[in-house]
């Protein structure tokens, strides 16, 4: 299996999600890693074995395992510093321009900073269903809470520099389905269908939704909008974006459209919409695209429209 991108989502103090500016979670999307590791840590029980005073058997009760938490080490080669700091809690550096550049390791205790881990996983194969429009898998893995990070041990020589990320993946309802789309269904793309529950350690599961672009640093907001059937066309064929939100920019703020099928549009402006006919049934996954920041958001149309 082959990881194809890594999220981080920076938690609040209940395990909740962090939102930013306009509701949009804060976190990290990258492809820089080169592993991650899922350890678990199992308590092994207690075995209960008396025998009475003739050395016969008298009660036993044989220990029952569990899984505790997972252990888990990122292995990073080119990461950007606010994946480091969403981990560890530890101050980022900036420079003179306020981007950042490093960070700042201290020796105080990490108490306060968790975040959720996602992965997405692929290989070279590429199944798909006959009849369908066509699109691979993807392997979905989700640790909904990871505390106590730290920054391990690196060695600077003649050879490429990685940097370890640890900590401690535990239980967090908190989490619930997510404030992302993971899922691409006969529906659309849609969070998970079940929320994490009280002792839901690790989610894992093949998903036909792609995993999201990778951005540097934290991940901008992407422009966003809804998807309908255009009433202009009676067969409900006809996919129409309107835009509920789009990023501030000198003059504009470019972005595009990709309808699923080849085909894509220039992102309309705040309140206007764009129009896209299919030519054949099907669900279609829309790519609405941020061209100066690459951060994009998955939409979904099913054609013909119910």
Not at 134 to 155: A, C, E, V
Not at 182 to 193: D, F, K, N, S
Not at 195 to 216: K, R, V
């Amino acid at each position: 299996m082959k990881g194809k991108m890594l999220r981080a989502t920076k938690l609040g103090v209940c395990g909740d999600p962090i939102l930013g500016a306009g509701g949009w979670p804060v976190h990290v999307t990258s492809k820089g890693f080169v592993s991650v590791e899922y350890g678990a840590e199992v308590d092994d029980g207690e075995e209960i074995d008396q025998k009475d005073a003739n050395g016969d058997p008298l009660v036993y009760e044989p220990p029952r395992r569990r899984i505790k938490l997972y252990n888990v080490t990122v292995t990073a080669g080119r990461v950007d510093p606010e994946l480091y700091t969403l981990f560890t809690g530890m101050p980022v550096v900036l420079d003179e321009d306020g981007n950042a550049t490093g960070m700042r390791i201290t020796s105080a205790i990490n108490l306060d900073t968790a975040v959720a881990l996602e992965l997405w996983s692929g290989t070279s194969l590429k199944k798909c269903v006959a009849g369908a429009v066509q699109r691979p898998r993807f392997g979905y893995f989700l640790l909904p809470q990871i505390i106590d990070g730290q920054i391990g041990d690196f060695t600077i020589e003649n050879g490429a520099a990685s940097f370890t990320l640890t900590g401690k993946a535990i239980e967090n309802p908190g989490w619930g389905v997510g404030p992302y789309d993971v899922y691409l269904r006969t529906t659309g793309a849609e969070p998970l269908m079940d929320p994490m529950g009280d002792q839901d350690l690790l989610h894992l599961d093949w998903t036909l939704l792609p995993p999201p672009a990778p951005t540097c640093g934290l991940t901008p907001r992407p422009p966003d909008g809804d998807v309908a059937a255009d009433p202009a066309d009676a067969t409900n064929m006809t996919a129409q974006f309107t835009a509920t939100y789009v990023p501030a920019g000198p003059p504009v703020h470019p972005y595009t459209v990709d309808w699923g099928d080849g085909s894509s549009s220039v992102g309309p402006a705040m309140a206007a919409s764009v129009s896209h006919e299919y030519a054949a049934a099907g669900t279609y996954l829309l790519t609405v695209t941020d061209t100066t920041t690459g951060a994009a958001r998955f939409k979904s149309f099913v054609a013909p429209a119910a």
